[in-house]
């Protein structure tokens, strides 16, 4: 799938991204997708040419940009490598909801500025990390968002100020979110008060639990389940085509 390394300047520095586009003629639609806790990495790049050929100029961002030079995670080993696992959760953390949404605010200025790209309202998707990644700029910044989903995402629905649920009522987005079994970062409940808080706010939204666990959707997780990584990109394909238009 063609495809771009560029630059785009934030509030906070210069955020490497890779713009991935359809074969043809556009404009087509813009999507930023948000890779999981890993950052960006070659099985993201495949995804992202995926989701491109469904028809859209899909915008990968190294989300890890304000710490330099980091070094990739293995995803399949890092939670059982105690080293790993600290220098991942100290890399997670370094990305608060404000940077979220500034950056994204610079995203969508860039997809905006590219004759590859239609509109001025965008999609968001997103895989744990990123699946949080993609329902906060839905409602932080409301004007540029016309559909967001969310991939085994976590912390959707917390005790925190900044739940993402707590900003139902700013979101003008559409909204998918599809949990995994058995996962303490999106439980049952976290699932029935997320849902509760969009239907109150009158947001047009579907939440679903896939039978598998969480990081079934990516391929290099080890919870990996072809399943129902097929079964979400088949949801990716219908809500972006329902919600997401040129």
């Known amino acids: 799938m063609p495809n771009i390394t560029d630059t785009v300047k934030t509030q906070d520095g210069d955020c490497t991204v890779r713009l991935f586009t359809p074969d043809g003629e556009g404009p087509w639609p813009g999507v930023v997708m948000y ?6 990495r070659d099985t993201f790049y495949e995804m992202a040419a995926k989701l491109a050929g469904f028809g859209y100029a899909v915008l990968l961002p190294d989300v890890y940009y304000r710490l330099g030079d980091w070094a990739p995670i293995d995803m399949k080993t890092a939670f059982g490598d105690p080293e790993e696992r600290t220098r991942l959760m100290k ?5 608060t909801p404000m940077m979220m949404a500034l950056d994204a605010g610079s995203f ?5 500025s590219r004759p590859e790209v239609s509109g001025e309202r965008f999609g968001t998707t997103g895989y744990c990390m990123g699946g949080r990644t993609s329902i906060v700029v839905a409602g932080r910044q409301p004007d540029r968002v016309a559909a967001a989903a969310s991939f085994h995402g976590g912390g959707l629905v917390t005790d925190n100020a900044d739940s993402p649920h707590l ?5 003008q987005a559409a909204i998918y979110v599809a949990g995994a079994e058995n996962d303490a970062s ?3 409940e976290h699932a029935e008060q997320l849902d509760k808080a ?5 947001v047009e939204h579907t939440i679903e639990t896939y039978p598998a666990a969480h990081g079934f959707a990516v391929p290099d997780n080890e919870p990996y389940d072809a ?14 085509a329902s919600h997401l238009k040129g």
Request: net charge negative.
């Open 198 to 202: 969009l239907t109150a706010a009158g």
């Open 186 to 188: 999106f439980t049952s």
């Open 167 to 171: 900003r139902a009522g700013d979101i």
């Open 35 to 40: 890779p999981d806790a890993g950052g960006v």
């Open 91 to 95: 890399m997670i953390g370094s990305v």
């Open 108 to 112: 969508f200025d860039y997809l905006a």
């Open 227 to 240: 399943a129902a990584a097929d079964r979400h990109w088949a949801a990716t394909r219908d809500f972006f």
